[in-house]
């Protein structure tokens, strides 16, 4: 579920805009690893998934989301953290902070070293990201949809709450199929 249009470029800055659901970080910190070995280094992320990059020395570099709203409340101490083991803080965007570090410094340091702490990390994501979305899902557009589809019989609006509807249903699946499968690695 991503796709990539290359919005403006320079021979030193970059801007991408690319997609990546919520519970799709590991893709992104993948395709943010190849940029940098490409040449090109996050400087940061605005807007609607826009990424800006500066060009730099091609290098093998580790990026590493995290998504802690705990971390966000005590950001000196968080940071510091992150720094004391080698990371290089970046940026928040939409609950993600954003790090990196050589990958030949990453060694057992990585944020998220076994599948305890991404399974933790899918926690904070859902309780912070998807949890508002079912409430807002169950309270608002469902019943909006079964009346607008039984009730009212307006197809057009019907359709229109449908792919809503579709929409939050492929999130949560994702989500979902995402967390079963961290849950099933023990």
């Known amino acids: 579920m991503r796709s990539k249009t290359e919005k403006r470029q320079n021979a030193n800055s970059k801007v991408e805009i690319k997609y990546f659901s919520i519970v799709d970080y590991d893709k992104e910190q993948e395709y943010l690893r190849r940029m940098h070995k490409s040449g090109w ?8 998934c826009v990424y800006h990059f500066e060009k730099c020395e091609p290098e093998d570099v580790i990026y590493q989301l995290d998504y802690n709203q705990e971390g966000i409340e005590h950001k000196s101490e968080y940071l510091q953290l992150f ?23 990453a060694g057992s340091d990585e944020i998220f070293c076994d599948d305890e702490s991404r399974r933790e990390m899918l926690r904070r ?19 909006q949809f ?7 019989r307006d197809y057009v609006a019907g359709v229109i709450l449908g792919v809503m509807v579709g929409l939050y249903i492929a999130i949560f699946a994702a989500f979902a199929i995402k967390y079963v499968g961290y849950m099933r690695k023990k």
């Open 41 to 48: 280094k996050l400087t940061r992320v605005s807007g609607i």
């Open 83 to 105: 720094a004391d083991c080698g990371w290089e803080y970046i940026q928040d965007y939409v609950g993600y902070s954003y790090f990196r570090k050589p990958a030949a410094t």
């Open 125 to 143: 994501v859902f309780t912070g990201r998807l949890l508002p979305l079912a409430v807002i899902f169950g309270i608002l557009l469902l019943p």
């Open 146 to 152: 079964i009346s607008v589809m039984f009730v009212e």
